[in-house]
């Protein structure tokens, strides 16, 4: 097996993204916010955007050898809110998950924050439809401050959210 590589997407892999991002929110609707038709990364000169810095995002991407996951990072851009950023896009393809891809891209996030000057904690949010996702990030020290009934409503499904924070 090739080693796993996990770092920053670069702009030249945006097309790479771009399909990982749309499989994420297709294969997993009820654990993502966004819809696929009104997201960050609707085309692929928003994903080129986002790769370039332009948005506030960081990617950070597990390439095995090819981008099989991804996290990424948005610092609150008004200045009162600037000292939390928030982990989004949490997403490992089925195929290679159990085998530590994810664990490694939430440390790498968890890293990649703490080289931000003045934040001084993660915050996300994680839906009941996305269990693995909520243990790791317990396992991880990420803890619940709020519960939110009936956040996200899809295909006749409601599922509820919790707001997890981590102080850096
Ligand atoms: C959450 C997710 C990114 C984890 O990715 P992954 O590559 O499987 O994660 P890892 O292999 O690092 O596993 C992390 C932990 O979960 C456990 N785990 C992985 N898959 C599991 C499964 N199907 N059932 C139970 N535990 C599982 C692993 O044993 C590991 O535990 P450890 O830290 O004690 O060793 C992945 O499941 C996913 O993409 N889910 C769908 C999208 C989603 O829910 N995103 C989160 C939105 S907030």
């Known amino acids: 097996m090739s080693p796993t590589e996990v770092r920053r997407v670069r702009e030249s892999e945006a097309e790479a993204l771009l399909a990982?991002?749309?499989e994420a929110l297709t294969e997993a609707p009820?654990?993502?916010l966004a819809s696929p038709e009104s997201d960050v990364a609707v085309s692929l000169e928003a994903v080129r955007a986002m790769l370039r810095?332009?948005?506030g995002a960081v990617v950070l991407g597990a390439f095995a050898p090819e981008?099989?996951?991804m996290a990424g990072l948005y610092r609150e851009p008004q200045a009162k809110a600037a000292h939390k950023v928030n982990l989004w896009g949490?997403?490992?393809r089925?195929?290679?998950r159990g085998q530590g891809l994810g664990k490694r891209l939430l440390e790498a996030a968890l890293a990649q924050a703490r080289t931000m000057e003045g934040?001084?904690?993660v915050r996300l949010s994680v839906s009941a439809a996305a269990p693995e996702a909520k243990a790791l990030y317990a396992r991880t020290g990420f803890r619940v401050w709020g519960h939110e009934p009936d956040a996200l409503r899809h295909a006749g499904e409601t599922?509820?959210?919790d707001h997890m924070v981590l102080e850096l």
Do not use: N, W
């Open 90 to 92: 949490f997403y490992v």
């Open 53 to 55: 810095g332009e948005t």
């Open 94 to 96: 089925p195929a290679a």
């Open 119 to 121: 934040v001084t904690s």
């Open 30 to 32: 009820l654990a993502f």
């Open 159 to 161: 599922v509820a959210e």
């Open 67 to 69: 981008l099989a996951g």
């Open 20 to 22: 990982l991002r749309r």
